[in-house]
């Protein structure tokens, strides 16, 4: 069974700091991994995909890395704002079943 | 307009009872999903649905029951609700023809069983 963990919990930072948020996943037989954003009242919000065959994703001021063998993703966000503060989760699609296995999440809060 | 919507967006409920929580989609994808959320731990997949007649069980579906009434909408139904069914019910939908397959999730509904 998939287990995919997300350490810290929690994390703040005041804003302008980089921010590097930590995803590890035990079978590293994955079709994709995501980044989601999560708000409050709001819902999941997918922020970038990772294909197997990729190694890293950019979006704007968002950067995630994979590296399968190793069974960790990494999502840098440069040049914090207080608007970044969110839950930030990750999940993979153990082989292209579509049914994802997440992350419990980390929570950022950006001080201005 | 949302793409992804549920009702309601917020229930208390009493153990025993039947609910039902509702989603509808306007993305015209084919694949929906179920999942719940508790504090710490990742979201949780209760059912799936690739198509109207294509019905699958998730990791965690006891005590949990879906109808597919169209493309367009997946019902969720807690046949006889239990206080640790308490939680934050998404569900999500995706398109099986586009690369890469990413989910869109509605807001949620956040469901208190007493």
């Known amino acids: 069974k998939q287990e995919v963990t997300q350490i810290p919990a929690a994390l703040s930072v005041p804003e302008g700091e980089n921010l590097v948020l930590n995803c590890s996943f035990t079978?590293?037989?994955?079709?994709?991994l995501q980044w989601f954003r999560q708000d409050p009242g709001k819902g999941l919000t997918s922020l970038l995909l990772?294909?197997?065959?990729?190694r890293e994703q950019t979006s704007g001021r968002l950067n995630a890395s994979l590296d399968k063998s190793s069974g960790r993703s990494t999502l840098y966000i440069a040049a914090s704002q207080p608007g970044d503060s969110a839950t930030y989760l990750c999940?993979?699609?153990?082989?292209?079943?579509?049914?994802?296995?997440f992350g419990a999440g980390t929570t950022v809060t950006v001080r201005a | 307009d949302a793409d992804v919507t549920q009702t309601p967006r917020n229930r208390i409920t009493k153990t025993g009872k039947r609910i039902m929580l509702e989603c509808s989609q306007t993305?015209?994808?084919?694949?929906m999903y179920w999942y719940r959320q508790d504090p710490g731990l990742g979201l949780r997949l209760i059912y799936y649905?690739?198509?109207?007649?294509?019905?699958n069980k998730g990791e965690i579906s006891d005590g949990y029951s879906v109808s597919r009434q169209a493309q367009a909408k997946f019902s969720l139904s807690l046949e006889s609700a239990i206080p640790n069914q308490t939680a934050l019910y998404f569900c999500?939908?995706?398109?099986?023809?586009?690369?890469?397959?990413?989910?869109?999730f509605g807001p949620g509904t956040r469901l208190l069983v007493l």
């Open positions: 993305k015209g994808h084919d694949r």
């Open positions: 999500a939908t995706s398109d099986s023809r586009g690369p890469g397959e990413t989910q869109y």
């Open positions: 999940a993979v699609d153990p082989f292209n079943d579509y049914k994802l296995s």
């Open positions: 990772i294909q197997s065959s990729q």
């Open positions: 649905s690739f198509d109207v007649k294509d019905i």
């Open positions: 079978d590293s037989a994955i079709y994709n």
